[in-house]
């Protein structure tokens, strides 16, 4: 992971300054930001490989900003950070769609090793060679490329971007239809059967989009068959 950069949000100059130079003695650049606003805004930036998240944010929450970064369907490792160690604190960061949570004090070998494990996952979680074009909307696999509709788009960036979690229907339909004040999470079932219609045969794409019973659904990643793969 040498080389890769980690966005700090933290709004005290002094932590993010001593993780910054922290992170960039184990070979890291570091961006910092200071407002949830402007954590946001660069989030999505393709350099940035992972964020490290502080609880409070002066006044704001930490936690409501993994939130909102889950809800948009960004995928990248969070991990938060916080002096706060009661079962609850960290419950409440997990849920929120956070990686991990570093408890204060805590020593940088163990802070690099756990961002580690968190980046290792989240590569081989992504489907291989797939793209998507938030441009264009275009969805482009290894044996073919598709374009969707704006929600369409939006709910396969959901999905991808957990990809190996299961999402629940209350979760996609409050991240993508709740403002619109759509009344039926039905609409989330009518979305998931477009996307698997127009992205068949998965193998073209890498990944199928399963339904698990009573709980939602989830982007599985398929394992290309040939020799010394087992299948």
Not at 34 to 48: F, L, M, W
Not at 151 to 173: D, K, N, P, S, W
Not at 197 to 219: C, H, M, Q, W, Y
Request: hydrophobic residues 45%.
């Amino acid at each position: 992971m040498s080389g890769a950069t980690i966005l700090i949000v933290d709004d005290d100059p002094e932590i993010t300054d001593a993780l910054a130079r922290g992170l960039r003695m184990h070979g890291y650049d570091t961006l910092a930001e200071h407002t949830v606003a402007g954590a946001r805004a660069r989030i999505g930036r393709p350099e940035v490989a992972a964020a490290i998240v502080d609880v409070m944010i002066g006044a704001e929450s930490g936690i409501a900003l993994v939130q909102a970064i889950r809800a948009a369907g960004i995928a990248k490792p969070v991990l938060m950070l916080s002096a706060l160690s009661e079962v609850e604190d960290r419950a409440a960061g997990l849920a929120a769609g956070a990686d991990d949570y570093v408890v204060k004090p805590f020593s940088f070998d163990e802070l690099i090793a756990r961002l580690q494990v968190q980046e290792r996952r989240a590569g081989a979680a992504a489907a291989p060679g797939l793209l998507l074009d938030a441009a264009t909307r275009t969805v482009q696999g290894a044996g073919a490329a598709v374009d969707l509709t704006e929600r369409e788009f939006a709910l396969l960036q959901m999905l991808h971007g957990r990809a190996g979690q299961v999402l629940t229907r209350g979760e996609i339909f409050d991240a993508l239809w709740a403002a619109e004040g759509t009344s039926s999470e039905n609409v989330v079932d009518v979305y998931i059967g477009y996307l698997r219609k127009k992205l068949s045969p998965g193998a073209d794409f890498g990944f199928e989009i399963k339904t698990i019973r009573n709980r939602g659904f989830v982007l599985e990643t398929l394992r290309k068959s040939g020799p010394g793969s087992g299948s």
